[in-house]
């Protein structure tokens, strides 16, 4: 996801912002070829080809093929991160920890398959990029899961969740699935809107309490 930096008309400012924009040409480059073709798969030739720019080009930015790779995973967690917790925050106070499950449930779907190649690259990348690369990401990850945590606490605290699941398992199940979608779904045989119902269906139908049943609300 591009980032816009300030403009300023001091010739060094000025200096300073063709840089930043051709290091994040650089960096949307890498995040589009890693979503496309994995990291085992993404040469610096290709992501120069695809920022328009002479592959030597790519080291006064970034010292590595390694570098570049980390950014762009770092990059992809963090955005998902803050458009998570963006899209939450825009719910009117008192909405139940249900609804707010199913907006986080549109929000991931969205930012992951419609609005960012690097959460793609992200998702797609996280298991098979090498241990020494994934600290930053690591901490943006344990970050995200968080605040997953919290949403399924609340629904389990309030009775909106059955109470013989662990909100844990069914967080990893969850998660699981929404970040699969990015290695199956086609726009080409469906549309994201229905992706997102479906989605939000199932995990609702799932968690909810069964007709007539009284869900144990666990202390906060």
């Known amino acids: 996801m591009a980032r816009k930096s300030a403009a300023s008309g001091s010739p060094d400012s000025e200096v300073e912002s063709k840089s930043q924009r051709t290091r994040q040409r650089i ?4 995040a589009h070829v890693l979503s496309v073709k994995g990291s085992a798969g993404t040469r610096l030739s290709d992501v120069a080809e695809y920022a328009e720019l002479q592959a030597p080009a790519i080291y006064y930015y970034f010292p590595s093929r390694e570098d570049l790779i980390e950014e762009v ?7 998902m991160r803050r458009h998570l917790q963006d899209a939450l925050d ?6 139940p920890p249900v609804d707010r499950i199913m907006a986080a449930v549109e929000a991931h779907l969205r930012h992951e398959l419609e609005l960012s190649d690097y959460a793609t690259a992200s998702i797609r990348n996280s298991g098979q990029i090498p241990e020494h690369l994934r ?31 662990d909100p844990r398992i069914v967080q990893g199940l969850v998660l699981g699935a929404l ?30 309490p069964a007709d007539g049943a009284t869900a144990r609300r666990t202390p906060r």
């Open 73 to 79: 995973m770092f990059c992809g967690i963090s955005d």
């Open 135 to 165: 600290s930053r990401e690591r901490k943006e990850s344990a970050a995200y899961g968080k605040i997953w945590h919290r949403l399924f606490d609340d629904a389990a605290a309030d009775g909106e969740m059955s109470a013989d699941l």
């Open 27 to 30: 960096l949307d480059a890498a």
């Open 90 to 95: 825009a719910l009117p106070a008192g909405t």
């Open 179 to 208: 970040n699969w979608a990015a290695e199956w779904w086609d726009p080409k045989r469906g549309s994201l809107d229905s992706i997102v119902a479906n989605a939000q269906a199932i995990v609702r139908s799932g968690i909810s």
